[in-house]
């Protein structure tokens, strides 16, 4: 079954480049970000560790906790950080996950359960291994996204909707298209006009159903 929005997402323990962990407990009351690649040692997947690296104060800013996770092992995570850094300028310090028998992969629906790794296998043969999961310290899925191996991810666009999530659990709001922090941000539907008016001030009423008001966390 695929993961779904506000669900629980599988616990594990697994081996890192930075030691075991059990996934729950490493998550702690944070936030993380699962970020998941076919194979290391592969280009597009390189670029994309080295934006997280150079992320890394701002997801602290947020209490964000990111891990990576890739099907090869323990040894060849810690020699690719190497070229991370190098291609990056900036040191991989977060841990990623050695899912060598793919079990996290699958947990996670980003694998068929009969997936396997042929010899000789291929970047091809792990693909769909291309994921990125924000959750919540409820352990909860906030959001996941997947992107095919020949598009980048855009971390800034994760960083956005971290953003987005953690006023919307703060406030009680939503956030329009587009919306970055200190933007108005939308009234639920369920909220009546004399609870908005007393919880948020005054706001815009564009129609009954779409009211906007300033970013409470501003």
């Known amino acids: ?45 390189t670029t994309e560790f080295g934006a997280v690296a150079q992320l890394a104060d701002e997801w602290a800013a947020r209490g964000v906790k990111v891990i990576g996770i890739s099907v090869d092992g323990v040894e060849d995570h810690r020699k690719w950080k190497g070229d991370i850094g190098k291609f990056a300028g900036a040191e991989a310090t977060f841990p990623i996950i050695a899912d060598e028998k793919l079990e996290v992969s699958k947990a996670y629906d980003m694998l068929p ?42 971390f800034a666009e994760v960083l956005r909707a971290v953003d987005a999530l953690q006023a919307a659990s703060k406030h009680g709001v939503a956030m329009p298209a587009n919306w970055e922090r200190g933007r108005d941000v939308v009234i639920p539907a369920t909220v009546s006009d004399a609870d908005a008016k007393a919880k948020f001030g005054e706001f815009t009423t564009h129609f009954p159903y779409l009211r906007m008001t300033k970013d409470p966390s501003a």
């Open 1 to 45: 079954m695929s993961l779904r929005i506000n669900q629980v997402v599988p616990d594990f323990e697994a081996e890192t480049s930075e030691g075991p962990i059990k996934f729950h407990d490493w998550i702690g009351d944070h936030w993380a970000i699962l970020f998941s690649h076919p194979k290391d040692f592969t280009p597009v997947c």
């Open 113 to 154: 359960a009969d997936a396997y790794l042929p010899d000789g296998r291929t970047p091809n043969d792990t693909a769909t291994v291309r994921s990125v999961f924000i959750i919540g310290p409820d352990k909860q899925l906030k959001l996941s996204m997947t992107y095919p191996m020949n598009v980048g991810r855009n």
